[in-house]
């Protein structure tokens, strides 16, 4: 079967196929469109369910060199190699914030951090020691307030 051109006009398709998923780290073209989906999670990540996060959160860090992906088992860091266009290592991303898809954010200009919430405290994870360092305590100011949709500018 020929592989579709990448479509970049603003017509109307039908929807194709749905293209049989990949084991994790696989690459399938899009039936329509033409454009490459790569599979970041399965089976082998020991959980029912992973996903990324609605497009609000990043999933990329700075430098497209990391995904961040969520699961019921956990939240999980992916290596990734942009110009290759390949997964590296996974790892659990390590305790220290609230609920990651609500508190999270990559940090805009330092692929190495990214920024959390966790009551009303604001934490930056450090992705190279996989530590948190508090950055700022905000309870005083919002007593049992819980801090959640961390925005960054």
Not at 64 to 77: P, R
Not at 101 to 113: C, L, M, Q, R, T
């Amino acid at each position: 079967m020929a592989q579709p051109s990448v479509k970049t006009d603003r017509g109307i398709y039908p929807v194709g196929a749905t293209p049989t998923q990949p084991a994790r780290g696989g690459v399938v073209t899009d039936p329509v469109f033409g454009t490459q989906v790569m599979r970041i999670t399965d089976s082998t990540d020991g959980s029912s369910w992973c996903q990324t996060a609605y497009s609000y959160w990043p999933t990329f860090n700075s430098n497209n060199t990391k995904i961040l992906a969520f699961c019921n088992a956990g939240t999980m860091i992916v290596d990734f190699d942009p110009v290759n266009f390949r997964l590296g290592s996974k790892f659990a991303a390590p305790s220290g914030v609230g609920s990651y898809e609500w508190g999270v954010k990559w940090s805009h200009n330092n692929p190495d951090f990214m920024y959390g919430v966790s009551g009303a405290l604001i934490k930056r994870l450090s992705i190279s020691s996989r530590t948190w360092t508090q950055l700022k305590d905000l309870s005083s100011r919002f007593p049992g307030q819980y801090l959640y949709q961390l925005s960054i500018s």
